[in-house]
């Protein structure tokens, strides 16, 4: 079954507007990790941010914020004040189980800034 | 410095040879991974080493043989290659519950 789900294939935002990506996640455990990567046409994977299943204020690091509620297990990621250079595919990503687990990575969504 | 580095960036060979791709980190992290990123972008993993031990092995082909030298070391060995190995392959390492630190990964073609 499929751990993480990124229903949002590909979109394309204006610069300076706020985009949402989507992720929910699937696990039985207490203790798990929510990370987001980007990964720009260059093809390197760029750490955006990560939201600890404990941690009760949602991770924020510059323009972007991890809207995390555990109920619904969603774990989106909001970008603020999209630039040119924000048009990249992002991934969900979470790890269960014990600090040297596996990452496990949602299909991505593709994003495109326009100007 | 490159914290995670992959060495070839890319490969293109033929079905049956055989291969290899190098990794070191050097961020002091005792986790190291394989991931394998196909033609749709997704990311899968393959194996991880924990302190030099091998952890997880995600029902890889046993033609696929990572071997950890070090802590610092992760390589990938991979026998009779086949059209479907035509991927990108990241090698990644990591501290705790921190994030993946990732290569620039290795572009690899099977003709």
């Known amino acids: 079954a499929q751990k993480i789900t990124q229903t949002q294939p590909g979109m394309f935002v204006q610069e300076k507007e706020a985009v949402t990506l989507d992720c929910t996640y699937d696990?039985?455990?207490?203790?798990?990790?929510l990370f987001w990567y980007k990964q720009p046409s260059s093809g390197e994977m760029i750490f955006l941010i990560y939201?600890?299943?404990?941690?009760?204020q949602n991770a924020t690091e510059g323009r972007y914020s991890l809207n995390f509620q555990k109920a619904r297990k969603s774990a989106n990621l909001v970008i603020s004040a999209s630039q040119l250079g924000d048009s990249a595919m992002y991934f969900c990503a979470m790890r269960e189980g014990p600090s040297w687990g596996k990452l496990q990575f949602g299909a991505g969504t593709q994003v495109v800034v326009t100007p | 410095d490159t914290a995670v580095s992959q060495t070839p960036k890319y490969l293109v060979t033929q079905m049956g040879n055989d291969k290899s791709i190098k990794c070191e980190q050097n961020?002091?992290?005792?986790?190291m991974y394989w991931y394998k990123q196909d033609s749709k972008k997704f990311l899968k993993i393959m194996f991880s080493?924990?302190?030099?031990?091998?952890?997880i092995n995600e029902t890889v082909p046993n033609r696929f043989s990572p071997k950890s030298p070090d802590k610092a070391h992760l390589n990938l060995h991979i026998n009779s290659l086949e059209l479907g190995d035509s991927a990108v392959y990241f090698c990644?390492?990591?501290?705790?519950?921190?994030?993946?630190?990732f290569g620039e990964g290795s572009r690899l073609t099977v003709l």
């Open positions: 696990t039985s455990d207490q203790s798990y990790g």
């Open positions: 961020l002091g992290h005792d986790t």
């Open positions: 990644a390492s990591s501290r705790g519950y921190g994030e993946l630190f």
């Open positions: 939201q600890g299943s404990y941690d009760e």
């Open positions: 080493y924990n302190n030099k031990e091998l952890i």
